[in-house]
């Protein structure tokens, strides 16, 4: 699995780091998310899928 998170795209409303801590978080400053594991582990799969479709901004992108 390779994950993208556009940051242009995202609005910050920080479902991706609900959904998936261990592969998203978002700056300081401004809520913009970031991407902390673009090859996440095989457990995290189904989170990863989670964040991409709960993002109102579909700012994550994953391919499997």
């Not at 995202?10 to 959904?19: D, E, F, M, R």
């Not at 799969?45 to 901004?57: F, H, I, K, M, T």
Request: hydrophobic share 50%; aromatic share 4%; charged share 25%.
């Amino acid at each position: 699995m390779k994950v993208f998170a556009d940051q242009d795209k995202c609005v910050a409303s920080g479902q991706c780091v609900l959904a998936a801590a261990d592969v998203f978080d978002q700056r300081e400053e401004d809520g913009i998310v970031v991407l902390l594991n673009d090859n996440p582990p095989v457990g995290l799969a189904d989170d990863v899928r989670q964040a991409a479709a709960l993002c109102p901004a579909v700012a994550i992108r994953v391919e499997e």
